[in-house]
């Protein structure tokens, strides 16, 4: 039957150019060498495409000297440490600080419960941030990119269960 065979000819074409097209996008990809050195250093085992998706998924996020979390409530986003640090804060006891490469709303994230603690930007405090939600779609948009935060995030549970 030919329209059958004029039918998986213009399937078969679509899915050819999609592919083709996907490829060169990610071969396109070119990070800044801030970027670069970021994707080395946090997120290395990511293609350069998987952490372009994942960097412009969030954004830069300046606080100065405010409160950023707070006990009770539950953050709406999750927050990579950059530049300067934060402050964990519990009972009005500071019980740790937060440097570059520390997430900051990863509890929650992981729980959905609220915080257990205020956590205080110290000076100016530059993050990346990302609402949880954008997160969480990831699964369905990037699996990759998504296991890449999931790691993180269980990484940085793990290391705050040990001190």
């Given at each position: ?77 999750v927050a ?61 948009i990037r ?21």
């Amino acid at each position: 039957n030919i329209s059958m065979v004029l039918w998986n000819i213009l399937t078969s074409s679509l899915h050819s150019y999609r592919v083709i097209k996907d490829e060169t996008a990610k071969r396109s990809v070119k990070l800044s060498p801030e970027e670069a050195a970021l994707h080395q250093e946090l997120f290395p085992e990511l293609s350069p495409f998987d952490f372009n998706l994942l960097w412009r998924l969030g954004r830069p996020v300046e606080y100065v000297d405010q409160l950023m979390i707070v006990v009770g409530e539950t953050p709406t986003f999750v927050a990579l440490v950059l530049d300067g640090y934060a402050e964990i804060w519990e009972r009005e006891e500071r019980i740790r600080v937060l440097r570059r490469g520390a997430l900051l709303g990863e509890m929650s994230y992981a729980s959905g419960h609220p915080a257990a603690v205020d956590v205080r930007a110290r000076g100016r405090l530059v993050v990346h941030e990302w609402a949880q939600q954008d997160l969480r779609s990831l699964d369905h948009i990037r699996p990759a990119a998504a296991n890449a935060i999931r790691d993180y995030v269980s990484g940085a549970l793990a290391a705050k269960a040990r001190i």
